[in-house]
């Protein structure tokens, strides 16, 4: 071994490891280390190499255990933190308008701040270390990028918008209704916010749902995504009601809406997808628009992301796939390894296919293809040198893992794992878990002080079903006001 004095200096040395890059199906190191300095990863490789090479200031001997890159969760709401389970088995329509009233009556800055602490700690602790928020909500955006930058995470926060008064709209009690007023105060977030906490937190704007969001809205959000280089994302073709209500109002369906208006490119994110026309397919295939999948979201609400949904082909084409557990009140869980094992197995289930979706590509979905989604490929995603060093380290030496091997090890993450195995999460090279425990936040607290605030919304819960409570929920909701934007 080289001297100290002929080492390169750096923070941090994980070594010893199983190292799975996402860098190809066939790139794993069995004994493989990564060196991390002011927040990116100074090089990747053999433990024996990279010991050789540099002086660390700390070391984490990962013995049996693996390291990959974080994971990125394209699809979430900090504002359903509350609402977890409060709303089940509707179909989509009153489901949304159930919860936008729940939570537009019920959050306020403090609780939203708190929010945003819980959330962080649930993702952290199954191995995500960055998400997308898909409606940061009006007037509480401050809170959420504190909780952000209390946390430690890396987040791209959406703001909502919506200009159409729609059948979601009078649950929204916050809505800006105004086209111009949303485009100026989202502007206002994304210059005051963009690459805020040390540039962990990107700012964009988010019309949030398809049929609430007027063309000048959509094209006014594109051309402040194209001015501040980011992009911009809402829910789109997510289930049968969501295409029924889009084309009573525009005449179209939404992803050929948005190629007439000229917005469908990199910088397009659409959430869920599950109802998808051959001509969408192409159209989000030329242009390189994101679709997002959020398979536990889809089975809970009955979407169709499985039975209906272009996936495989999406992903077989090479289009820009991500993958997102959905907000607390939808999916009800923020583990990205149980989203992994739905999207490489129920594909195979609905098409009678084993061959859809392999393991390393449903990896793919909740790493690089997120990441790319997120318009960050460049900066996170996989573990390669240049990157910010934001990686997680599982727990090989556990039952669901066991017997592990190069020929498994990605089937048993995959297939086997959960969240559960996440030991130590790294983001932006600073270590915000360890041993499994949260060092950013104080976890027992933060949990009390969710249990506190639960009751306010359980009333605002049991005043919507009084209030608003379908005749026969097992029916689609029926969309009276005609086509008036
Ligand atoms: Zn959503």
New binding site residues.
Partial sequence: MADTAERTAVELLVENAVVLPMTGPDDLLMDGAVAIDGGRIAAVGPTAELRARFAPRETIDAREQLVMPGLVNT???LFGAFARGLVNDLSFTPWIQKKFYVTSRGLNPDNYYLGTQFTSIEMLKTGTTAFLD??TYQELEEAAVAGVEASGMRAVLARAMADVQDDLAEFLSRSDRVTRENLEHAEAFMARFDGAAGGRVRAWPCPIQVTSSSDELCVGAMELAERFGVGIVT?SNVDREDIEAHGLRFGSRPIERFASLGILGRRFVG??MAWLSDDEVQLLMDTGAAAIH?PS?SMKGAYGAFSKGRFPELIGAGATVGL?T??PA?ACFLDMFREVHLAATGHKEARLDWTLVSPYQALELATIGSARAMLLEDEIGSLEEGKRADLIVLDLMRPEMIPWHEDNIVANLVYSGTGNLVHTVVVDGRVVVRGGEVLTLDEAEVLRAMQREAPRFVELSREWDARFWPDDHTRPHVFERGATA
């Fill in positions: 699809h979430m709401h898909c409606g829910h959430t869920h959020c979201a997102g959905d907000g939808a």
